[in-house]
Every structure is written in C-alpha cells, then in structure tokens.
C-alpha cells in the first residue's frame, strides 16, 4: 500500500524534493513571551503571524 495523506484545510500541500535546508526559531517559548507582551503594548497586530519554520530547497 502506498502513502495516504488527508488534508484538512484549503491551501494545504505536500512538496517532494531533495537538498532541503530547515531553519526554525531556536527559543520558541521566548519568542511567545515577547509576541504576547507587544500584543499587551499594542505594538503586535491581531491579524499577524508569526513565522516559527522555514524550509528551502536547492535547485
């Protein structure tokens, strides 16, 4: 049997490729802090996100 995904959500995806490159943030739990104490300043946007993994492939 072969491998079987399900999405839940629109916009999902899956990309096969070699050579990928991982980069993610090393102290979540502190970035956390920070977000939410912007958030309680007024200084972070209800509707941003954060970026916690980047993933990048060679060609």
Known sequence: MG????F???GSFVLKT?????S???DLAGV???VL???RRGKWRR???LVMEV???GR
Do not use: M, T
């Open 18 to 22: 070699k050579a990928v490159r991982v």
């Open 3 to 6: 491998l079987r995904l399900k």
């Open 47 to 49: 509707e941003w996100v």
């Open 32 to 34: 956390e802090d920070q």
């Open 24 to 26: 993610r943030l090393a």
């Open 55 to 57: 993933a990048s492939a």
């Open 37 to 39: 104490d912007l958030y």
């Open 8 to 10: 839940r959500r629109g």
